[in-house]
């Protein structure tokens, strides 16, 4: 997939973004979703536009929260291990660990999940509402899956959502462009670097 994703007027989800609006650095808040060995694939394309937004958000002084999903025991598999045959992340091997390449600092937060959304049985939101969040901007992998689904708890639990399109990736084009349909149409609104520093640098 490239790396070079961008919302346009000839983008397949263009016609759905009939809303715009600027995060508003006081109440926002990164999110940064499972970065991890496991998803490198996928993951290394978008690492310096997703190292850009991260770097964006820390001259905001935006916090920065990390995922990271992993898996301890059957008991914590759920309806993933059922649907991906059991492929997958399991907690204390190198699969599991963030990508050294990406700009993490000391005061960043990393939230441990085992399932799609970074907010179910987590203790994020009640972190966010602490802080006085009151917006989210959702970055990493995998696009259509805990990226998508995080937007759209975050979206019904009260949280105004911006969704990035080229800090995001997936294993395929076509289900990266499907979510951001989705999202411009029900959830999130849109962004990407150049959009983020516009917004940020007129706060």
């Not at 997939?1 to 609006?21: A, G």
């Not at 660990?97 to 600092?105: P, S």
Request: glycine residues 4%.
């Amino acid at each position: 997939m490239s790396s070079s994703l961008k919302s346009s007027s000839t983008s397949p989800y263009s016609k759905y973004e009939i809303r715009n609006r600027n995060p508003n650095p006081k109440s926002c808040a990164l999110l940064v979703i499972d970065m991890q060995n496991y998803f490198s694939s996928m993951a290394t394309p978008i690492l310096p536009h997703l190292n850009t937004t991260i770097s964006l958000c820390r001259r905001a002084s935006i916090p920065v929260f990390f995922t990271r999903h992993r898996h301890k025991s059957p008991s914590d598999y759920g309806m993933l291990g059922e649907w991906w045959s059991g492929d997958l992340v399991f907690d204390g091997t190198p699969e599991a660990e963030l990508m050294e390449a990406l700009d993490r600092d000391g005061d960043d937060m990393v939230v441990e999940k085992n399932t799609y959304s970074a907010f179910r049985n987590t203790g994020l939101e009640e972190k966010l509402v602490e802080m006085g969040v009151e917006e989210v901007i959702v970055t990493g992998v995998m696009t259509n899956l805990c990226c998508e689904t995080t937007a759209r708890e975050a979206f019904v639990r009260g949280f105004r959502v911006f969704f990035s399109s080229d800090a995001t990736a997936t294993s395929d084009k076509d289900l990266h462009e499907a979510t951001l349909k989705n999202m411009a149409y029900g959830f999130a609104y849109l962004l990407d670097c150049h959009k983020l520093q516009h917004a940020i640098s007129f706060n």
